[in-house]
Structures are given as structure tokens and as C-alpha cells.
């Protein structure tokens, strides 16, 4: 009953209402698997979208082709995440070029993400949801804490000065691969296979006949589906979006 009450007496606000958008990835090719449909659909509408991806995926050297090193693998992973992102329509890529793998300190990337946050001024930010039960990356997990903490210390102009940053609007947070959506982004069949062209792009991560990409999609295609339905739509992505009153002391979801 008090859940009820809440959400009807201050609603979240919804995922497409906003005007500037930053989407966080942790690796590259994260953000377009995470709501490429998303990046999308707002990017026809014509809303201002930045990416920002934090470590270089150095590591994912399991699909890359044979003979490839680490660091050759940082500046291939680098261009097909530009080439992916312009696909969806997004021509403002930035890079933090932290190594992936957990061997970086927290503290660093949440200044580096705070200082970004305070250059590009977005209203939402789009992160990884760190807080799902089975998530075992510790990438994912922890720049997703990450992110939430800058989100919530975005406005304060004090504080965002001890980082090194200018303070930025930012009213909410929306996080994607999440396992408790509770705001939903209606997307259409073109915007799901931009999202999966986008996907192909990272051709180090995918190679031609990948069975991994294969099975990625069918789940990203099925959960359109059913999101969908939440919204009288064929397709939609879910996000757990978290404004800045609930950000604090208001432990209740939606």
C-alpha cells in the first residue's frame, strides 16, 4: 500500500522526457547491448546524447583474431565503439581508457566520471545496474556504484569542486541491464536492428558466426517483446530509473 501511495503521489519520471543524455558504458559494446534500441529511438527525436565508455576491454581477447595483444585490442575495441555509435545516431564518443579487469581505483573513475558528468551537463544518466543479484562483473558492478554516486553528487557545486568538476543538473539515473524495471522506453522493429547492427560492429567481440551473438540477440529480442507488451507496443527496453528524491533516504522502489 505505501509503494502505491508513493508512486502516485511522486511518479518517476520517464526515461524519453529528458532533453541530454549521457549513457555509461563500463566496456565497449556494453551501452549497445545494454538499450541500443533506446540510444535509438531518442536519437531520432533528437535528443543531445553522449557516450562515455570507461576501460578499454583489453582483456576481451577471446573472440579478437589470433596473434592479437592486449594493447592492439585497446585501439580496435576503441573504433568499432565509435563506428557502433554513430550507428545509433551518436557522434559524441568519449573514452576514459582506464584498463578493464577490475585493476583500476574506484576513487579515480569516479572523479573521471564526475568531471565528465560536469562537462557535458546531461539530465539523465544511463549506467549499468551494479545492484542485480547474479551479476558477477566486477566491472559492471563497480562502475555502476560508481555512477550512481556521481548521479546523486551532480548538483552539488561544493562537492563537485573537490573532484575537480563543474556541478550538473543531473535529476535522474537510469540504470540498464536490469533485473527491476520500473520506467519503459517504447522502441520499434527498426530500432532493434540498429541495436544489433550496432552490436555487429564489434566485430573483435562478434566475429562472423559467433554463437555468442547469436544467442544475445534471440534474449534481446524476446525481452523487447515482452517489455513491449507492459506498454501496448511490439518492443520496448526497461530501466530502473531512480530520481534525485528517491536517490536518498527514500529506501522504497517502485
Not at 59 to 66: C, I, S
Not at 245 to 253: A, I, K, S, T, V
Request: one cysteine or more; hydrophobic letters at 40%; glycine letters at 8%.
Amino acid at each position: 500500500m505505501l509503494r502505491f501511495i508513493l508512486k502516485k503521489a511522486v511518479p518517476l519520471p520517464k526515461p524519453d522526457s529528458f532533453s541530454r543524455y549521457l549513457f555509461i558504458g563500463p566496456h565497449p559494446d556494453d551501452i549497445e547491448i545494454g538499450c541500443g534500441a533506446t540510444v535509438s529511438r531518442l536519437a531520432a527525436m533528437g535528443k543531445e546524447i553522449t557516450f562515455l565508455i570507461c576501460l578499454d576491454g583489453r582483456y576481451g581477447l577471446g573472440n579478437a583474431p589470433k596473434g592479437t595483444t592486449p594493447e592492439q585490442l585497446v585501439d580496435i575495441r576503441k573504433a568499432e565503439a565509435t563506428a557502433s555509435a554513430r550507428l545509433l545516431g551518436v557522434n559524441d564518443i568519449r573514452f576514459l581508457d582506464y584498463c578493464d579487469g577490475g585493476f583500476y581505483d574506484v576513487t579515480e573513475i569516479r572523479t573521471a566520471i564526475a568531471r565528465q558528468v560536469g562537462a557535458i551537463k546531461p539530465d539523465v544518466i544511463f549506467a549499468v545496474d551494479p545492484d542485480v543479484p547474479n551479476e558477477c562483473h566486477i566491472d559492471h558492478i563497480q562502475i555502476g556504484q560508481q555512477c550512481k554516486l556521481v548521479a546523486k553528487l551532480a548538483p552539488f557545486k561544493e562537492i563537485m569542486e573537490r573532484y575537480g568538476a563543474e556541478s550538473a543538473p543531473v535529476k535522474a539515473i537510469a540504470l540498464y541491464m536490469t533485473a527491476k524495471p520500473n520506467r519503459y522506453v517504447k522502441t520499434s522493429s527498426g530500432d532493434l536492428k540498429k541495436q544489433f547492427a550496432a552490436m555487429k560492429t564489434n566485430v573483435s567481440q562478434y566475429p562472423e558466426g559467433c554463437r555468442d551473438l547469436s544467442a544475445v540477440c534471440t534474449y534481446l529480442r524476446l525481452r523487447s517483446f515482452f517489455y513491449g507488451m507492459r506498454r501496448l507496443r511490439f518492443h520496448a527496453e526497461g530501466f530502473r530509473v531512480i530520481d534525485a528524491l528517491h536517490m536518498h533516504c527514500f529506501p522504497e522502489e517502485e
